[in-house]
């Protein structure tokens, strides 16, 4: 069957289409299943460096073997078996003219070509950084877990959302933590200053925090900071990310402040190029987004013209057993705004296991959502869902406060208490 | 301050405005809340017939104390503390003419009425249906344990919601229980196949089940089916529940099959008097929609114009541990439609403790979202309510598919695998 017919892409009728894809990390794997699920004919190949794909989120739990790296690493036979071919080996060079993709070993043609390269981490040029550790790939869990494997005093520079889950982890395995944070609050930025305290509470109970600390030298077993000495048998830097966009950029795209330019289709600044994921131009570098972007790129790289869905960036992490999670705006980036914050419960608060719970709403002038925060144990990431949806279709205040939810004792808040329906009733 | 100048209602100008309420449930209680927040200066007097409120959906797990019952029965002092004013009384008449109702002891006039008498246990015409035990109120709940203390045999009349979830708890405190059920599925009409089947799945590894069973005949100590002879020490019958309605009726009010005759403004044949919550004319007899009806039902009774909110008929029950949840249309109510199915886990598969879990989506023939239905062990009241509110919205298939979710190890499936998003997709 003549692709071209099939899904409109018009290009070299009567022959397979070749969409290579650059990458292994969601964005690269989920366009190459969308490219495969609507098209099967077009000859997909996936040019990825590395044996499997590692599911980066689960690298703190690895840390304390729950889940066993072993198990955090998704086979490359459930991309095979879907008829997508494998090239192994790291893409040195894009040729625009030849329309190549070259790695140490052999180069590829391709038709259409999406580049999904992601991030890498990035420490800042702190005197000594080399003997810190970085936590991201498959191989950083290892050398972790040697590093730490007769360790007993741990400092983990960074108290950003991955940072506070790797204390975590290292805490459960019985280590003793140091986290030291530049800034003046834990997840900087990230929320709002009465959420930042509900974590701050819980963090400092476990582990020593430094907040407003600089790191000026980091020597082997030691690290030195303008607020003392801080001895520590491994030390782990977890200072964020930068998207991995030289190849795109040797090859001439245009590239932004955070990654590969794309338009509202993904497509670079050549229109046979997509990009995906981690490494485009998006601050929120996050692999529900890679997946969305994958799927787009693909969608887009066949010829069915398809917008970029709307990020919202609903988020959500891990804080010693409560889960904090965001989306949209704070009410700080939001300016002039109207709040409204309602406290509940979990389950039906006189049931067995009955957890807090608060959501917090952000209006803009016009009652319209524009951002929510929560804090709970549980029930936080498909409320945070739910508020993303409410933001994508710009609700207002009255039609979140007219939802139809439902109510039973072990699994929601009393009738009268669902707190997103409560907190949008509180609006000041 | 003149009440009529603050909200827009005008009749007594200068004086109080006197608002009674008829009931002592969800809807009651929270018409009550809803004016004295908007107006506390409206007289706002609940006439009920019980101390304190019973939150009824406790009360399968108050058979088991866990909950105590003491504990499910919120304290008067709650609406006290507000200002309403509580008489403790059963209403015998509404005298229209005079704009009052009448106790046992004493008349008490209104400016606006709210009637929100619920509804009570309805049992079938079947001989012998005196020696059954039914559970809706805390005196329910008091004789069935006490029937229960010494009894090993439990036979359950009816497979519904509620009748499995009493299943259940006396499984829970080691009771031998039969289960009969008229029709030949448990939950009856609430869920499509595929979905019962899960349910039945499970109940039947715990009770002895019995469907399409026609129980002939009921004996102290034995109930006498088409199927044969049950013995039992205690027989409870759980065969739904009917509208207080007579009160209304007397009065001369309009009531339809399901109970008290509203407008889309929760106001019945006469001006003065709203109604809310299972007494009124609704299939959908659940402590949310009368949570949503009270307050619909004080706002424009307090001149508030307030439409009623788009009842989506959002639910979830428990079956033995599992939650099974629904909204909108099951795809048999819909008819003519598309139906996309996804499984997915509660957490990242390889993450300790990820439950499988099951969506269901169903759209009309303009891939408009009209239903759905959920069964896992966690994360389906929440999901049912995004849908719910998807439903209300109107949200087409692609929106849906297009959802920013967050993902996270211990919260969520797989950045891939959010089952609402693949269910989306996954229609055909």
Known sequence: MVHAFKIGYINIVGEKMKLVII???PAAVIAAFTAKSIDSNVDVILVKNEKGVFVKCEAPYNLAGMPKLEDAV????????????I????????????????????????DKLIVATGARSW????????????????????????KIAGA??????????????????????????TTIELMPTVLPGAYDEEFIKKAEAIIEKEVNLMLSTKTLEIKEGKVITDKGEINADAIIAVTGVRANSELAKNAGLEVGKYGVTINEYMQTSDENIFAAGDCTDTRIKLATNAVMQGKAAALNALGVKTKRYKETGAMISDIFGYAIGRVGKTEKEAGECKVGTANSFSKYQMHPGAEPITVKLIFDK?????????????????????????????????EIAQLDYCAHPSNTPLPFSEPIVMAAENVK
Chains 1, 2 share one sequence.
């Open 23 to 25: 990458g292994g990390g």
């Open 366 to 398: 016009e009652d319209k959502l524009v951002g929510a925060q929560i804090w709970g144990k549980e029930g936080v990431a498909e409320r945070i869902n739910l508020l993303s949806l409410a933001i994508a279709k710009e609700m207002k205040k009255e």
């Open 87 to 110: 090239v192994y080996g790291e893409v040195k060079e894009i040729n625009r003219n030849k329309k190549s993709v070259k790695t140490e070993n052999e180069e590829i043609n391709y």
């Open 152 to 177: 007993n005093k741990v400092a983990i520079i960074g108290a950003g959302a991955i940072g506070v889950e790797i204390a975590a982890q290292l805490k459960k395995i019985g280590k003793e933590v």
């Open 74 to 85: 998704l086979p490359d036979e459930m991309i095979k078996e879907k008829g997508i071919n």
């Open 123 to 146: 420490v800042p040029p702190i005197p000594g950084i080399e003997n810190a550790l970085t936590l991201r790939d498959a191989d950083d869990v290892k050398k972790i877990k040697e």
